[in-house]
């Protein structure tokens, strides 16, 4: 009588071992088309699910190891064919729409990242853990990650505004304005950007415009990977106040203008140094006034 | 057999040689026992398969008319307008290309598959329509090319006044695709650019004797009966169709046109009918390979192929303008 209990014993544990196997076997493989969704694979425990991605994707550090197949201009479709990816994910507008269109065209399962906002960061993160078999993980890192920002934008909502000028690029002389991905950072540390209004995202200006605009700080972004950048020579301009003051911050470019969780650490960063200036330009306004 | 057919024959044989070796290149890996089975009968595995059939193949063959049909528009060109730096996209059509693309990627982002083609072909015979406004309202033919290289700026200009204000990325977009490119053809491509070939190779053969007469000068083809303003226009129509649906289709893939004609003359002749079989077949076999170069050279990524002929033609211009120094 004991036989069959022990062999419906048996069957019931290797079939319960079994469906474990399939889930794990099951969880799809991915491409992914740029290093934020790279960062944001590894943020909910899907990174070792990746079998290629683009040039660029260079964190966490075993990020460095996956297979190339190929960069921002173009996509070795031969390569994409060659791996069968269960799922592609790809940058909506970073990758070349017609090597997308091409490989939607040959059956691939194609979804895509645009991450325009903070909030958005969450929400792609909640939604790429679902499709990796990650929905757990993905739900507590983007809760997380939204608690933080609340936090953040609570610290900064009531400080006092101030007026800074971002320095995007110095050659031609870059900003940012509405629309743009830097912009948000500059709202929630409650900065003032004269170019704001401008309709195109990514204003080239003069020198001319930025004189009168009374600017109190200068954001220069630099990037360790761009070792040639150099940033707009402000030493000559000694009439900004910025510079007079000596109120220019260099945050790290790399972190800021990724769109991936770790932007929310440059956020925190950036808003302190801004503070700093805040505090600073306060303390000259009590002296002055005593 | 004279030599002139020997050549000819002998380039026929590269061409068909070019493209069945030019399918063993690729990124990804498939032996040649495998490409073979492919070939021959059914595949045994899928994936090379698709790699084969849906990648390649339309590559190769979409390099073979794209080569062939930009070649011949250049050489139509410089014998109907007698100047030898004549090029299809002196004409402005790859400026016009490039403003419908710009047009297609800001406002129909979502629909790329057909808009971009379809964009980029109207904005390319846009160009040319305008050039040869111009060009008729000035009452003089033969100020063409200046007139494509006024309107070519001018596109440009409202094509980068477009993408300052629309959306940062589709300027990345635009510029890649206008570098060119045969990764992204597929067989239906192939269909739409071969018929407009031969089209246009009929058209053109059937009066290669009126466009011989145009390159005695305007005055000598008209006193032996050629209507010279009205066989510049179709030939002009005919180089704007086949480029328009190349540039469609792959980009911008320069200077093809300026420099297989050259070439061809050298070897085999000037006369019209010659140097349009041989440019169709010497442009073939050159963007075949320039096509494997891009797709095989890099490890881990593509070169657009407009940048290697770009590269190989700017050589060439200069090589040109070396020669006519040295002869004068």
Known sequence: MKLPYLVYFLLLISSSAYAELVKERSKPTIIALAPHIVEMLYDVGAGEQIIGTTAFADFPEQAKKIPRIGNYVRLQLERVIELQPDLIIAWKSGNPSDDLARLEQLGFNIVYSQPNTFEDIAKEVRYFAKLTGH?????????????????IKKTYQNKSKITGFYEL?????TTVAK????????????????????????PQISIEQVLPADVQLIIQPLSENQKEREGFNWQDWTIIPAVANKQIIQPDADAMHRMSIRSLTALKDLCKAI???????LAKKTVAKT | MNKVSTILLALTALVILSAMVAITFGPADIDSSELLT???????NPIANVVIWQVRIPRVLVALVAGMGLAIAGAILQNTTRNPLADPYLFGIVSG????????????????????????????????????????????????????VAVSFMLASITQFILYFGEPFATNRVIFWLMGSLARV???????????????IVTVIALHRQIDALLLGDESAASLGVDVDKLR????????????????????????????PHIVRQLIGVTTLKLIIGSALVGAIFLIWVDVVARSSLPHAEIPVGIITSALGSIFFLFIMYRTRAIT
């Open chain 2, 97 to 148: 290309a490039g403003l419908g693309a710009t047009i297609a990627n800001i406002t129909l982002a979502d629909n790329l598959t057909i808009a971009l083609p379809l964009a980029a072909f109207l904005g390319a015979l846009f160009s040319v329509i305008i050039v040869v406004f111009i060009a008729k309202v000035l009452q003089r033919m033969e100020q063409l090319l200046l007139a494509g």
């Open chain 1, 275 to 281: 503070d700093k200036t805040r505090t600073h330009l």
């Open chain 1, 169 to 173: 690029w110095s050659r031609p002389l």
């Open chain 2, 233 to 260: 226009l179709l030939m002009l129509g005919i180089c704007a169709a086949l480029t328009a649906t190349i540039v469609a289709y792959c980009g911008g893939i320069g200077f093809v046109g300026l420099m297989i």
């Open chain 2, 186 to 200: 597929e067989m239906s491509n192939f269909y739409v650019i071969a018929s407009v070939l031969v089209v246009a």
């Open chain 1, 179 to 202: 629309g743009s991905w830097p912009q948000q950072f500059l709202n929630v540390c409650q900065v003032n950007n004269p170019f704001k209004p401008v309709i195109t995202p990514y």
């Open chain 2, 38 to 44: 492919c070939l021959v009968s059914t595949c045994q």
């Open chain 1, 135 to 151: 929905t757990q993980q993905g739900e507590q890192v983007a809760r997380k990650f939204e608690n933080e920002l609340a936090q």
